[in-house]
């Protein structure tokens, strides 16, 4: 399979761990992995970089919105994968090239709303001046959207989920999750 939106990096299961054999330092995405049902997809390593194989877990497919209903700075929200606890996301028209952007200009995105350290509500709080999401209402983590929701500023140490889509002619679908969403220890809740 492949497709041009996402950008997914493959744990790199060589390296040994820090702390010696049999030690076990599986981060959230390493977890995500590992639990999930797996695909090897192209993706794109950042806004301007070469695409690289990597591995996604892939989810029902669903369709989120329009690309020609997307303004600049406008988040449309959504449930994903499902419509349980924590699956509440946006999708965003940024402006400016985002890492796993799709459309023309690739720089629509989605994540998820929920903050990765103690799973603050970030709804209604995207910035369009600096393309990021939070700050988070309890402890004022910050993500930046332009590059797969990356820690900006605050107390968490995750990325911020990232909703990967897949553009349709001008039906925009999400397909997958890249990072493991806040309160499930699987994404699919199963
Ligand atoms: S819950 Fe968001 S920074 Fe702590």
Do not use: W
Request: aromatic share 8%; proline share 6%; with cysteine.
């Amino acid at each position: 399979m492949t497709m041009d939106t996402h950008t997914l990096l493959k744990p790199d299961a060589t390296k040994p761990s820090a702390s010696g054999p049999g030690a076990c330092h599986m981060s959230r995405r390493e977890f995500l992995f590992a639990a999930g049902t797996t695909s090897v997809m192209m993706v794109s390593a950042g806004p301007g970089l070469a695409q690289i194989p990597a591995m996604v877990a892939t989810y029902p497919k669903k369709l989120v919105a329009r690309l020609s209903d997307l303004k600049q700075d406008r988040p449309i929200d959504f449930q994903y994968p499902d419509k349980g606890e924590y699956s509440e996301s946006m999708i965003v028209k940024l402006g400016v090239e985002g890492g796993g952007g799709i459309g023309p200009n690739r720089d629509v995105v989605a994540f998820n709303y929920f903050c990765t350290h103690q799973g603050g509500d970030m709804t209604g709080s995207y910035k369009g001046d600096t393309k990021s999401l939070g700050a988070c209402p309890l402890h004022l983590s910050t993500y930046d959207l332009t590059r797969h929701g990356i820690l900006i500023s605050g107390q968490a140490y995750q990325s911020l989920p990232q909703v990967l889509l897949e553009l349709n002619g001008n039906d925009v679908f999400a397909v997958a999750v890249f990072g493991l969403i806040y309160g499930r220890f699987d994404n699919l809740q199963g």
